[in-house]
């Protein structure tokens, strides 16, 4: 088989990477020089364009930032759709709204070209460590194809019906994570305001069970006010909060605090912290009171 990985940030180059680890023989492909040098040291082969690096591929994946971006690289008379061979899979891994996913379904078909959503649950480590969760939307038969190579870049893949589902899943997952990422850093910075000792608070209020567990992980960089070893982008938070709500508006469901949440990041991204961890919005937070 013939895999093509479009897409080498944060999360794609690790994930790309561990298909070479697998013996895969991928060709990759990167807007900018990015995380590449490393891939091609391994045995990648760097493509000039997405057109050329999907060309006789039999599964293309992508990870890329937003819609705009998938948008970019795959759609019109120049974009990698029209290269690739037909009857192909692209698997798109970015997290892009269900709308949009069920467009690039449209879009692949008309290319005669077979297209699951497969965004991902699981941040930089888990990319790194193949521990990735695939939550995927398409043809059974077509995720079944794909699936040996997901679970090289993750511990589980799961098919969750039609094209658009798994982008749908993962709205749900991050805008969980958005809404409680700002809970902890407002509630942190309540409970200095009212005289408890900071490290008590980053080290016990993670433990209880009204809170996310994922805030262990966050309280280092919350203590030493240091959000430079980015995990998720800021930038990328604030992109998933506003498709989950424009998701919600296309369904007509309300979603009053994930809207307030949004403009929450959008502040911090306004005031710089865009390419920072997302946990970065306890430092917007912190200089807003
Ligand atoms: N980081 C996480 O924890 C995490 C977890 C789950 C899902 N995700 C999702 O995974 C996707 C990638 O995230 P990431 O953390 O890897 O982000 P990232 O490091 O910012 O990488 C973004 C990728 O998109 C490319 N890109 C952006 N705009 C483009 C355009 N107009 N045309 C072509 N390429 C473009 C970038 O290319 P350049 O290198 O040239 O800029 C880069 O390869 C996002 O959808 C994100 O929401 C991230």
């Not at 969750?160 to 805008?175: F, H």
């Not at 498709?243 to 809207?259: I, K, R």
């Not at 306004?270 to 390419?275: E, F, K, L, Y």
Request: aromatic letters at 6%; one cysteine or more; charged letters at 20%.
């Amino acid at each position: 088989m013939n895999i093509s990985f479009l897409g080498l940030g944060i999360m794609g180059s690790r994930m790309a990477n561990n298909l070479i680890e697998n013996d895969v023989s991928l060709r990759v492909w990167n807007r900018s020089e990015g995380l590449s040098k490393e891939l091609i040291s391994k045995g990648a082969t760097l493509a000039a364009t997405p057109s050329e690096a999907v060309t006789g591929a039999d599964i293309v994946f992508s990870m890329l930032s937003k819609p705009e971006a998938v948008e970019a690289v795959f759609f019109g008379e120049e974009g990698a759709l029209a290269s690739m061979k037909k009857g192909a899979i692209w698997a798109d891994c970015s997290t892009v709204n269900p709308s949009f996913s069920r467009r690039a379904g449209i879009e692949s078909k008309q290319q005669n070209i077979r297209f699951i959503d497969a965004p991902v649950a699981g941040s930089k480590a888990a990319a790194g460590d193949g521990n990735l969760v695939f939550f995927c939307g398409g043809e059974a038969q077509d995720f079944k194809q794909a699936e040996p190579y997901m679970e090289m870049m993750g511990n589980k893949a799961m098919h969750l019906g039609e094209v658009g589902q798994g982008a749908s899943l993962k709205m749900l997952v991050n805008v969980m994570l958005a809404q409680s990422m700002a809970v902890f850093s407002e509630t942190v910075l309540l409970g200095e305001k009212l005289g408890l000792d900071r490290d008590m608070l980053l080290s016990m209020l993670p433990t209880l069970p009204v809170i996310a567990p994922f805030t262990k992980l966050k309280a280092e960089a919350m203590r030493i006010g240091d959000y430079s070893d980015v995990n998720f982008p800021l930038e990328h938070m604030h992109k998933d909060v506003h498709l989950a709500t424009l998701s919600a508006y296309e369904v007509d469901q309300p979603l009053h605090m994930a809207n307030a949440c949004k403009e929450l990041f959008s502040s911090a991204k306004q005031a710089g912290m865009g390419r920072l961890d997302f946990s970065a919005l306890h430092k917007y937070l912190g200089q807003d009171s």
